[in-house]
């Protein structure tokens, strides 16, 4: 199974603040399809489902913030805020869909 | 628009079985694949397996192999998980979730159900 590793477990940031999200995956997740990793980030508010932000590791899903950005370099994946706002309190998760299981890291929680 | 609602919460014993219901619509229905995942408390995400709506193949997580069944009911735009043998660490909220692009087999996961929690006790 490839296995998500998410760093730091918890950020304490201050409103307007740049957060930044680490992931690393334990293989590669380049999609030999079409040349993109296959990770995807997710936050999860309290007592809601997770909601999709970034896919093919950068890609910003629809409606979501361009405060929200996604970067990669070989198996490491940062996610980043550019200015954090009192709605992105929530857990962060890293996703790899490239191979069964599809594995998720443990997730970095947000608070100020 | 997209929807994802799922059954309501249940409490089983240990040994039991539960099934848990998904209901779409707002999208083509047996053009997407859905998975399932679970969250024990407290913890992240676990990925059970995913059902294509448009053939009804599965592809389930080896350490649930022999446990799950996921099924369709085209006519209803509704997917069924049945989890058996359920053990205490099987507690845990339920979610059903939709791939955004169903033209591959890369699922990350657009829409979401509102979960379900699920209790083994005794």
């Known amino acids: 199974d490839i296995v998500m590793t998410q760093f730091p477990d918890s950020l304490g940031v201050s409103l307007g603040e740049r957060a930044t999200f680490n992931c690393k995956s334990s293989?590669?997740?380049?999609?030999?399809?079409?040349?993109?990793?296959?990770l995807a980030w997710y936050q999860q508010r309290p007592g809601q489902p997770p909601k999709l932000l970034i896919y093919w590791a950068f890609i910003r899903e629809s409606g979501v913030p361009d405060r929200f950005s996604g970067s990669e370099s070989g198996t490491d994946f940062t996610l980043t805020i550019s200015s954090l706002q009192a709605e992105d309190v929530a857990v962060y998760y890293c996703q790899q869909y490239c191979n069964t299981p599809f594995t998720f890291g443990p997730g970095t929680k947000v608070d100020f | 628009q997209v929807q994802l609602v799922q059954s309501g919460a249940e409490v089983k014993k240990p040994g039991a079985s539960v099934t848990v219901s998904c209901k779409t619509s707002g999208f083509r229905f047996n053009k997407y694949g859905i998975s399932w995942m679970r969250q024990a408390p407290g913890q992240g995400l676990e990925w059970m397996g995913w059902i294509s709506a448009y053939s009804g193949h599965t592809n389930y997580a080896q350490k649930l192999q022999g446990r799950i069944t996921m099924t369709i009911d085209a006519s209803a735009s509704t997917i069924y998980l049945e989890l058996r043998n359920l053990r205490s660490d099987d507690t845990a909220m339920y979610y059903c979730a939709r791939e955004k692009d169903p033209s591959d087999f890369y699922p990350f996961f657009d829409y979401w159900g509102q979960g379900t929690q699920v209790t083994v006790s005794s």
């Open positions: 293989q590669s997740l380049l999609s030999r399809s079409n040349n993109k990793n296959c």
